[in-house]
């Protein structure tokens, strides 16, 4: 990569500070050794459910259930002052037995990096955020992802992930869209497959979350989700039901809603009927943090693993076994499911050992993941990438732009390397901190075009910003949107009066840029004023200098969305969100479980678009977006051409037909016969095509019957509709220039 030696010389001084800040020396394993254990459940060359079943047989009843409940957050905020414990810090902990050999399982969150680590004196790369992760479209990429993430878990000590999620963005004003991979479940569960799939294989329990239909935070612990069968069998559940499938993935995490009348956690459609049973799932269900909310109906409805604390499947659980009201048979399964689990990815056999990470390969992935990830979404008359010998005087304005990036909040939180740069006060709750990664844009600017005069104004003086602007020959504003777990969004605005300020900069200065910091999509009155405009997502620790990159062509942007950007509120399916306000407690992480317990807030959230989910409601409903899904821009341009297709394949032509060397994400979609009652397009393929300048290339492609089905809720099974399929190939959704059709039986 072009950056790999540079990253090396810049951050030389870096590994030394690390290395001596890390807690402990590298290579240290974590407590005291632990005893080799004996017994035939150690053979390594016995399958993992034979191993578990060895081990369930010399477990007593009391060893059984201390493996059902664990502690947690109290170790998060205590520190390293807090009493002693085998726990090394995470979101998690469940002792193991030493006499077994069975290992404490150590959990940490995880989604875009191993968090809160600067509270023990340790360093985890920040990356860019999960749809972020998502834009590149990148199956190769999203391995490296997870991979880096699962490396960085054993460096602390931890072999459990609570990342993974992949809920679908229903609701676009959800406050960890920027957690998830999008709106399309086919893109999202591929994603989150292989993502997990490579975190697993680093010795990691990898964990898909959160099960389901938690697609708003907004009373996200009483809201009811209405939805029929069918619907969430072909959208949300399918995005679970290929990441689980695909990745092996040891633990689902369920949800705080309830769904159709029953808690997520206490679901036993959702557990055992589709989970455990259609999908196949061999690993063990956990609830989210507080997500428990009875013994008996939970126990037998799925649910293996009460987090954190031990009110349901401690001493209350016990006393049901011994009642009768739980078959012993049910304990052994979950005991089973987890020793499994951790038996599948090598716990018994390897355990972590502290150790420093690889800071450098960690910034290199981060670099390449945010490169890969920015959308262009506008670029009038070629105003980028900039020409360094043309641009003499450059205004960088907005959202601290000369000191970082953003990051989303809550439990997706990594730790800025050298601490905050924007200061927040001592007594800002946890889910308010506004985090920014120290990775200045305006610096990596300044190195891009060494000769120009760069200066920066704050922003928040829009009259300023333009007169700053109207100086100088090019004007990139930043524009930021925080987004974090506890909270959603009250509209698709950019807040803090962005909106006026972009306005204002661009009537002073017909080449303005603007680059969005976002969480998910937002609304755009001035983008017919601007020349230029990216979604930069949260692009992680190596983010500035990714943006610069793409400013100055170093990358030719591959981007495309994965969610559709709306022109208004006024086109999504519900307008207004629906939402009851939690108590002011909730606001106070610590202080949120008792509300959990309190049935007299539920309310329900119809999702009444059913299948029409994203960019398919914009198809069913003839709404025009402001950015489709699967939208980007390129350095270059594209051609498609002679589409062929079969029952099993598609076949078509791309050409680079510019100047640039290029890649792009060649999609296919697939419109089902009318008897499906699915009159929209819906996403079945994409490759992602790199191309020299007037190269072309054939592209084949498979047709999987899974994507092209439709769930029959009378049958409670897929089914593929006899009929003619129209198969379209192109730039986008909005934009398919190739189209054929194939009959299927």
Not at 148 to 158: K, M
Not at 191 to 218: F, P, R, T
Not at 452 to 471: E, F, M, S
């Amino acid at each position: 990569m072009h950056t790999s030696t540079s990253l090396r010389l810049r951050h030389a001084a870096l590994a030394a500070i690390l290395s001596t800040a890390l807690v402990g020396p590298a290579g240290a394993q974590f407590g005291p050794p632990r005893p080799k254990p004996t017994g035939p459940w150690m053979n390594k060359s016995l399958p993992a459910d034979q191993r578990a079943d060895l081990i369930v047989a010399q477990m007593t009843l009391d060893e059984k259930i201390s493996l059902l409940h664990g502690g947690g957050w109290g170790l998060i905020f205590a520190g390293p002052e807090a009493p002693p414990s085998k726990s090394v810090g995470g979101a998690g902990f469940i002792p193991g037995i030493p006499r077994l050999g069975i290992p404490d399982l150590q959990m940490a969150d995880a989604a875009v990096g191993v968090t809160r680590s600067a509270l023990f004196g340790r360093y985890s790369t920040a990356l860019p955020s999960c749809v972020a992760e998502a834009a590149s479209w990148n199956l190769d990429l999203a391995r490296e992802y997870g991979a880096l993430i699962g490396r960085e878990l054993r460096d602390q000590g931890y072999n459990m992930t609570l990342g993974g999620g992949v809920n679908l963005a229903r609701e676009p004003r959800n406050g960890r869209i920027f957690e998830y991979k999008g709106e399309d479940p086919v893109l999202a569960g591929r994603l989150v497959g292989a993502e997990m799939k490579a975190l697993q294989e680093q010795g990691i329990v990898g964990d898909i979350k959160h099960y389901a239909l938690n697609d708003q935070e907004s009373g996200r612990s009483y809201v009811n989700v209405k939805v029929d069968k069918r619907a969430i069998r072909e959208s949300d559940l399918l995005a679970f039901e290929i990441g689980v499938k695909e990745s092996g993935a040891g633990a689902v995490m369920c949800s705080y809603n309830l769904l159709n009348g029953d808690y997520a956690c206490e679901n036993s459609y959702l557990l055992t009927d589709v989970l455990k049973k259609d999908f196949g799932f061999q690993g063990f269900v956990l609830s989210d943090w507080g997500g428990t909310h009875s013994t008996v109906k939970a126990a037998l409805a799925g649910l293996d693993m009460e987090m954190p604390g031990n009110t349901y499947l401690a001493d209350a659980f016990k006393k049901a076994v011994e009642g009768g009201q739980v078959p012993m048979a049910r304990l052994d399964n979950m005991v089973h499911r987890i020793l499994r689990s951790e038996f599948a990815v090598g716990l018994f056999d390897n355990s972590p050992e502290r150790q420093v990470p690889d800071v450098f390969h960690g910034l290199e992935v981060a670099e390449r993941v945010a490169e890969q990830s920015i959308v262009l979404l506008k670029n009038a008359n070629a105003q980028l990438p900039l020409a360094v010998a043309r641009v003499k005087t450059i205004a960088v304005i907005g959202s601290h732009a000369d000191v970082g990036v953003l990051s989303g909040g809550g439990s997706a939180q990594v730790d800025p390397m050298g601490g905050n740069p924007v200061l927040q006060p001592a007594d800002t709750p946890f889910f308010d901190r506004v985090i920014w990664h120290r990775s200045s844009p305006l610096k990596a600017i300044r190195a891009k075009a060494p000769h120009a005069d760069v200066q920066y104004d704050g922003g928040t003086d829009p009259a300023a910003a333009a007169r700053l602007a109207k100086a100088s020959d090019v004007a990139i504003v930043f524009v930021s949107q925080h987004s974090s777990e506890g909270g959603d969004h009250p509209n698709l605005s950019l807040p803090h009066n962005q909106d006026a300020l972009v306005s204002a900069v661009a009537a002073a200065n017909p080449h303005t840029i603007v680059v969005l910091e976002t969480g998910g999509a937002v609304t755009m009155p001035w983008i017919g004023q601007v020349s230029a405009a990216m979604e930069a997502w949260y692009p992680g620790i190596r983010g500035g200098e990714a943006i610069a990159n793409i400013l100055f062509g170093d990358v030719n942007p591959s981007a495309k969305l994965p969610l559709t950007f709306a022109k208004s509120e006024a086109d999504l399916p519900h307008p207004k969100l629906t939402e009851q306000p939690p108590p002011a407690s909730d606001k106070d992480m610590v202080e949120m479980f008792p509300g959990f317990k309190d049935n007299t807030r539920k309310f329900d959230v119809a999702y009444d678009e059913g299948l029409l989910v994203g960019y398919k409601w914009y198809d069913a409903k003839s709404k025009t977006p402001l950015f489709p899904f699967g939208f980007g821009l390129s350095y270059t341009t594209y051609e498609y051409s002679n589409l062929k297709a079969s029952k099993d394949s598609v076949t078509f032509q791309v050409k680079n037909t510019g100047a640039r060397a290029g890649a792009e994400i060649a999609e296919v979609y697939a419109t089902l016969p009318a008897a499906s009652g699915e009159q929209f397009n819906r996403l079945v393929a994409w490759e992602k095509v790199r191309l020299a300048p007037g190269e072309s290339k054939s592209v084949t492609l498979r047709l999987d019957p899974f994507y092209l089905s439709i769930f029959n809720a009378e049958k409670d099974a897929w089914e593929l509709v006899p009929g003619e399929y129209i198969i379209q190939a192109g730039a986008s959704s909005r934009d398919l220039s190739l189209r054929g059709s194939v009959h299927m039986n």
